[in-house]
């Protein structure tokens, strides 16, 4: 899997889906200030690294689930990608919005989900988990069986580690910050000096690169 981690990650380097500034951070909507910013919504529009992504979480999937029926995508960062996914499998594909529509239906699940189905989550990118482990609980809610989850990539937050811990459900991620780290230090993208900095903001991400 170290291959596919670091193939990965250089991938994404590669066409800018993942920037590191330790020096300038970037700041998330939340307020967080952080050296890293992380789209994957860009692999798309690279047809050979898309094709290797989408192959790859499909390869998970069909290893670890070979009971998976139905794949599903959070929205909206992952809606392209677990259509794909989907679509390499021959499964069908639905979606889960952050909350349910104020229109229409009111549906929250987009796609034809019969209850009892074994659902496969697909995400691109895993920060504190809260918004991928709320898809989760919306597609229990409508009474399917949740295998597992698998993502393009992870900072690997303790807080998310603790948080799918405690939702009971197994994460898979093609790639990761750690490996992103030895990536870019390999290929001299980042200075040694810049390494103990970016594990530092992994580790306090709400309070790095503040006064506190």
């Known amino acids: 899997m170290e291959s596919v981690e670091k193939a990965v990650a ?6 800018k889906a993942v920037m590191l500034r330790p020096e ?7 307020g967080w200030k952080s050296p890293i910013y992380c789209d994957n919504r860009r692999i798309l529009s690279y047809p050979e690294i898309r094709q290797n992504v989408c192959t790859w979480m499909a390869e998970i999937i069909r290893n670890k689930y070979p009971e998976v029926e139905v794949i599903a995508g959070v929205a ?3 809606i ?3 259509y794909l996914v ?4 021959g499964k069908p594909f639905c979606y889960v919005r952050p909350k349910p ?13 019969e209850p009892g189905s074994k659902v496969v989550i697909v995400e691109d990118l895993i920060s504190t988990g809260m918004s991928s482990l709320a898809a989760k609980n919306a597609l229990v809610n409508a009474g399917v069986d949740v295998l597992g989850m698998v993502a393009i990539f ?3 937050f303790n807080k998310a580690r603790k948080a799918f811990e405690d939702a009971d459900i197994e994460l898979t991620t093609l790639s990761n910050y750690d490996a992103l780290i030895d990536v870019a230090h390999e290929t001299g993208y980042i ?10 903001w992994r580790f306090s991400p709400s309070t790095w690169g503040t006064n506190e």
Not at 24 to 30: K, L, V
Not at 86 to 89: E, F, T
Request: charged share 20%; proline share 2%; aromatic share 6%.
């Open 154 to 156: 992870s900072y690997g």
């Open 10 to 15: 250089k991938s994404l380097m590669d066409i």
């Open 101 to 113: 529509k104020d229109h229409g239906t009111g549906s929250q699940i987009e796609g034809i989900l």
């Open 24 to 30: 300038s951070p970037f700041t998330w909507a939340s």
């Open 86 to 89: 989907a679509h390499i499998l």
């Open 76 to 78: 909206t960062g992952a």
């Open 191 to 200: 200075k040694e000096s810049d390494i103990e900095v970016l594990k530092e």
């Open 80 to 82: 392209a990608h677990g």
